[in-house]
């Protein structure tokens, strides 16, 4: 309704849930925004602020200003404009423009007015960093009121903090420290069930809660425990909010609770916070176990402290490999799968890279970026992670499985420093002056490798860049140590093996050529030893008349002209139709006869020296065994296949049982040497597998 000054008056039926307003005075009631723009503090004019809390509207007026009102009778009088100043704070609905009498208010705030509860209020709530995300007004203009929006969880997570610092603060000022007796009073009152829900949940050993008290558990900036991806984890509070899960099953639309989270990881560059996916928590009834959610706040975990310890060590394990660093690994892998948009977990054995900075120049697609940044690794040389960062690192680095040839995510609790095998080139069954010759082209390529710029120094082709590398051509059929040797190469000059098969290059020049270059960029990047196995198909003579093979075959001569490192080529055969351009271009080819026995005696007697469960074997057996006609990798298959049944036996590999197994694989080479097939019906030679277990 219209006074008869023609200001409006709004009748207000708002009674607040938790605190109900005081009874009206009959003191002016209306103002607006416009008015108070160029106006002092109320408490110059020389009245005392009042230590109430007042509960207003705020409308829009007829010139369309905004207005706050309160429930009143009689006039108002324009010499009183600031009258709702001079209460501690106020409790403020606030409208929109033109909205209609039954219409909800779109906002709900509370103002404080005097300055020492600003002051206060400023330095305790709305400065604090970890709010940031609960907070719409942080820095309020000079002589504005501090405006805080309901639900007010600001003052529930520091209610603690103002209580301590503002007695402290206001211990000689009575006046100012009543004014905050009030704010943490309407705090308690509106809080009441929160605060007794996170009690109880420190105090009983039940330690329930129910949903909508959820988010009184997760204040920003709160430690918490997950499994994320089936680790154990803990991470630090962003924010949290609850919103309406739409599906298209029937029954009620249930709320989610959707946690923010951080926690301290490695971006290739940098070392700081990184924004995770949100854990979700969906809508129950009644009161869950905290154990039972997907996540709790650490120091309510009934093992926190053993815990703590846990993930503070794992914390300082990521802090020692970040970074580049060739590792062992044993453990689960995971991988991002694009097309169904999930991760995917795998089993990842043996020698990996760890290196973030190579996975995300590579993979562009699932780079991440920290922010705010702590340190990198420069800094982390000098200046450790703090406790509490180190807590909540990632228990994942990035890096790159040699066994699996892909990028993966891999658990920081699985990697150990790798364990080189100093005799693995010794043990090689190859004639010295051969065993030389590739110890002095790799031991001086490696240490040359080592030295950037020594690089320089090295005997050039005329065209700078090219002809830097080492080749190696092993040729020789198989199971005679073409593989092996690369693999004690790269024990020997200590370094990875990056191993790849022609099959794997693609089928035609293109595909080849990003191959390639992916491939020998990992090798230089970290210094590794490449092996390209069965590579006679990229190296056949070219023709006339195939001019898809001819294209892979001039990429492939490219690449090696301009190869850096040291490479090794592996074929089963050296055929007449390989082209002359590859001659020139290998600088040690090594070729590799049949097995004579010598050799076949030292590799029985080599590989069953590596059986963990030990061998009961004399040196007769060995000259028995070196009797076989076998290569190396199928003496490697009878001996593991003799490990197995020994197992099962509850014994030791001995000659009996590595016999039956050479004869199983001497009547299967006969069988397939058979011109006219084999005829199963016919009993022709045998072995009795109860010979085998009895």
């Not at 509207?57 to 369309?64: A, M």
């Not at 942080?138 to 997570?157: C, G, S, T, W, Y």
């Not at 990697?415 to 080139?425: G, I, K, L, T």
Request: proline letters at 5%; a positive charge; glycine letters at 6%.
């Amino acid at each position: 309704m219209d006074n008869s000054n023609g200001k409006r008056i709004v009748l207000n039926v708002f009674k607040p849930s938790r605190l109900k307003p005081k009874s009206p005075d009959k003191s002016p009631t209306t103002t607006t925004e416009n008015d108070t723009k160029h106006k002092t503090e109320p408490t110059t004019d020389g009245e005392p602020v009042k230590c109430e809390v007042k509960y207003l509207n705020q409308k829009f007026g007829p010139s369309e200003q905004k207005v706050f009102q309160e429930p009143k009778e009689g006039t108002v009088s324009s010499q009183q404009e600031n009258w709702w100043k001079k209460y501690a704070f106020c409790h403020v609905r606030e409208y929109k423009k033109h909205a209609r009498p039954e219409e909800k208010p779109y906002s709900v705030a509370i103002y404080i007015n005097t300055k020492p509860l600003k002051k206060i209020i400023q330095d305790v709530v709305l400065n604090d960093p970890l709010l940031k995300d609960e907070i719409d007004d942080r820095k309020p203009a000079k002589d504005k009121v501090v405006k805080i929006k309901e639900p007010f969880h600001q003052l529930f997570f520091r209610y603690k903090k103002l209580e301590s610092v503002g007695r402290k603060r206001f211990a000689n000022d009575q006046s100012s420290l009543a004014q905050l007796e009030l704010v943490l009073d309407f705090a308690r009152k509106e809080f009441e069930a929160e605060f007794a829900a996170i009690d109880r949940c420190r105090t009983s050993k039940t330690k329930t809660i129910a949903f909508e008290h959820l988010w009184a558990l997760f204040p920003p900036g709160e430690i918490v425990y997950a499994k994320i991806l089936k680790q154990e984890c803990a991470v630090r509070v962003r924010r949290t909010e609850v919103l309406q899960e739409y599906n298209f099953r029937p029954g009620p639309q249930l709320k989610v609770f959707r946690i923010h989270c951080t926690w301290v990881d490695f971006d290739g560059e940098n070392i700081g916070m990184r924004n995770l996916e949100v854990l979700k928590i969906d809508q129950y009834q009644d009161e869950l176990v905290l154990s039972e959610l997907i996540a709790m706040p650490l120091d309510m975990h009934e093992k926190a402290d053993k815990l703590r310890a846990q993930l503070l060590a794992r914390g300082r394990r990521f802090e020692r490999f970040v970074g580049r660093r060739y590792m062992e690994y044993d453990g689960p892998g995971i991988k991002f799968n694009t097309e169904v948009r999930a991760y995917e977990m795998f089993s990842v054995r043996g020698r990996v890279m760890v290196d973030p900075t190579t996975f995300h120049r590579l993979q562009p697609n699932h780079t991440f970026r920290v922010g705010p940044k702590i340190t990198d690794l420069k800094g982390l040389a000098t200046s450790k992670l703090s406790d509490q960062q180190a807590l909540i690192a990632s228990p994942r680095l990035r890096g790159y499985s040699f066994n699996n040839r892909c990028f993966v995510e891999l658990s920081v609790d699985k990697m150990e420093p790798v364990e080189y095998d100093p005799h693995c080139f010794e043990g090689l069954v190859l004639g010295p002056a051969i065993k030389r010759t590739i110890q002095a082209l790799v031991t001086t390529r490696a240490r040359r490798h080592e030295d950037e710029e020594s690089e320089d120094d090295l005997f050039d082709d005329i065209i700078k860049g090219k002809g830097k590398g080492v080749v190696c051509m092993l040729h020789g059929p198989p199971g005679v140590g073409k593989t092996l040797t690369a693999e004690c190469v790269a024990e020997y000059v200590k370094r990875p093996l990056c191993m790849v098969s022609s099959g794997d290059l693609g089928d035609n020049a293109a595909v080849l050529d990003i191959s390639l270059r992916r491939i020998m960029d990992l090798a230089a990047t970290w210094k590794a030893v490449l092996l390209i196995d069965e590579a006679d198909v990229l190296m056949e003579r070219r023709d006339g008349f195939n001019l898809s093979r001819n294209s892979m075959v001039s990429v492939f001569l490219r690449h090696l002209e301009y190869y850096k490192g040291i490479l090794f080529l592996t074929t089963n055969r050296v055929l007449l139709s390989f082209d002359e351009a590859f001659k020139s271009r290998i600088h040690i080819p090594i070729r590799y006869n049949n097995l004579s026995r010598d050799s076949r005696r030292q590799i029985w007697q080599q590989l069953c020296e590596r059986v963990p469960s030990g061998v009961e074997l004399t040196k007769q057996d060995y000259d028995t065994l070196a009797r076989h006609n076998l290569n190396g990798r199928q003496i490697k298959n009878i001996i593991k296949a003799a490990e197995s049944v020994a197992e099962f036996e509850g014994a030791k590999v001995d000659l009996k049982q590595l016999q039956q197994i050479a004869k199983m694989q001497a009547v299967f080479a006969k069988d397939m040497a058979s011109l006219g097939g084999v005829d199963y019906n016919a009993g022709g030679e045998n072995y009795e597998w109860g010979s085998m277990f009895n």
